[in-house]
């Protein structure tokens, strides 16, 4: 009984443990950004073209939300910061941090991130910017700073 206690303690320390290193880079902007990851295998996948040519139109409503934007071709990526903040160093960020959020198999995958760190869309098709907006304008903390404005 002993042993098999120790064991899922071990288990358990073990998952956190791996948990907190793949968040630590992206957590550069926990509470202060919210994060959007646009994924392909391909850079010219159409689906993956389509998708960042919305966020280019749309600028003015990504900075209001505190967006930064990682679009992820393969095993590299671009940053763009969309939010107010623009002093982080996200640019850095370490390739498998961003890819243990993914599901590899996909072709093309897009990822909301709110401010708390977690995952609050995920989707295999198009993000409809509108789709977009009203997922964040709907979040608690948007809420508040909406009201606050």
Do not use: C
Not at 12 to 31: C, E, K, R, S, Y
Not at 52 to 59: C, D, G, H
Not at 93 to 113: G, H, N, P, Y
């Amino acid at each position: 009984m002993g042993n098999r206690i120790v064991s899922i303690l071990v288990l358990v320390f073990t998952f956190m443990l791996t948990q907190n290193t793949a968040g630590q880079d992206l957590g550069i902007h926990q509470w202060k950004q919210r994060i959007v990851i646009v994924k392909s295998s391909e850079a010219n996948n159409p689906l993956f073209q389509k998708q960042l040519e919305q966020f280019k139109e749309a600028e003015d409503g990504l900075k209001e939300r505190k967006l930064v934007l990682y679009a992820v071709q393969g095993s590299t990526s671009d940053f763009v910061d969309y939010s107010a903040d623009s002093n982080n160093n996200a640019g850095q960020l370490k390739q498998e941090s961003i890819q243990r959020l993914l599901k590899t198999s996909e072709d093309f995958e897009v990822l909301l991130i709110g401010l708390d760190g977690g995952v609050k869309l995920r989707q295999t098709e198009i993000l409809k910017l509108e789709e977009l907006f009203r997922t964040i304008d709907a979040m608690p903390m948007r809420r508040s700073e909406r009201k606050n404005k």
